[in-house]
Structure formats: C-alpha cells, structure tokens
C-alpha cells in the first residue's frame, strides 16, 4: 500500500519543520514495514508544501498508516502553521486492479 502525506507549513519554519522531523525519526524510527520511498517540496505563497510517499507492507497495514498518522500529529503538535493530510494512493497498475482491469503499458 502507498500512503501518501501532504504537509504545509510556514516557511519561517522551514528549519524548525527539518529538525523535529529528524529528531522524530531518531526517537521513533519506521518500522521494518513502512518504507519511505521518496519526498518533494515546493516553496510558494503559502509557505511550504512537502509530499511524503511511503511503502507499507500488505500485513501490516493497519499498524503502518497507524505509525504514519503518529508522526504527522507528532509534527502537527510541535510546529505552529503545520497542517497534513494522510492519504492512500495507487499507482497506475494497481488502480486498473481496482477495476478489475488491465493497466496499460506506458
């Protein structure tokens, strides 16, 4: 499963938002079933906006949006402006699975 975070925040908090992150992922690494595959970040008129993928293994799916959701309110607690939504996301092939249909080759 590919859960996604979208999370906004001031850009007077840029440095803030960087340094909890990393001392949360110190404190509470992710577990051996939440995988983040990548992250982007965009400056604009409303501060930052960074988009968070993670890989959640099948099993454990439940206990893994559970770790996720932790650490956006873990954010959302430490940092003032911080604001993130928690999202599942399908990449092409498994959402014509969805469908019951074929995805097609790109």
């Known amino acids: 499963m590919i859960v996604m975070t979208e999370a ?11 340094t909890t992150f990393m001392a949360f992922l110190e404190k509470s690494p992710p577990p051996d079933y939440v995988k983040i595959i990548d992250m982007y970040s965009h400056a604009g008129g409303a501060g930052i906006r960074t988009l968070t ?23 959302m607690d430490a940092i003032e402006g911080y604001k993130a ?22």
């Open 8 to 18: 906004t925040y001031p850009g007077t908090k840029l440095r803030d938002t960087a």
């Open 53 to 75: 993928f993670y890989d959640v293994a099948p099993e454990q799916e439940e206990a893994g949006v559970k770790y996720i959701v932790k650490s956006e309110i873990h954010m």
């Open 85 to 106: 939504e928690v999202q599942v996301v399908y990449n092409l092939a498994q959402g014509y699975e969805v469908l019951d249909m074929s995805a097609p080759a790109i």
